[in-house]
């Protein structure tokens, strides 16, 4: 069992910053492939970024390219979402995704591709 603790997230203004952090359990941190989602209500579930097990790739949705970025502190047994120039449109809950099985260091995109989640973290961004 792996748990999921999220922190972060917010009431913002457009073009505010915002990083949230993602603590997960476990001592091989390391080898699980993490990701950001968010979603809205009457939403399906939105895959924001993603970071392989080493943090050598990162993928992101096109819609936070260039403003959001992922990171990783296998030490710490922590990945970060580091938000810049926000937008109203971003406002959403925002979940941390845990995948433990290991197929390849791919973009894994859907919400089924995730073994264990957080309870997820509101961020409001203002006009």
């Known amino acids: 069992q792996v748990q999921v603790i999220e922190a972060g997230g917010g009431l913002v203004q457009a073009g505010d910053s915002l990083r949230l952090s993602c603590a997960a359990s476990?001592?091989?941190?390391?080898?699980?492939?993490m990701s950001w989602f968010r979603q809205t209500p009457g939403k399906e579930r939105e895959h924001v970024a993603g970071?392989?097990?080493?943090?050598?790739?990162?993928y992101y949705a096109d819609s936070v390219k260039g403003r959001f970025t992922i990171s990783r502190d296998n030490t710490k047994n922590t990945v970060y979402l580091q938000m810049n120039n926000l937008k109203p449109e971003d406002s959403a809950v925002y979940y941390c995704?845990?995948?433990?099985?290991?197929?390849?260091?791919?973009?894994?995109?859907?919400?089924?591709?995730?073994?264990?989640w957080g309870q997820g973290t509101q961020v409001t961004v203002s006009s």
């Open positions: 476990g001592r091989t941190f390391s080898s699980y492939h």
């Open positions: 970071i392989t097990r080493s943090g050598t790739m990162t």
């Open positions: 995704a845990v995948r433990t099985l290991y197929s390849g260091d791919h973009q894994y995109i859907t919400s089924r591709e995730y073994d264990y």
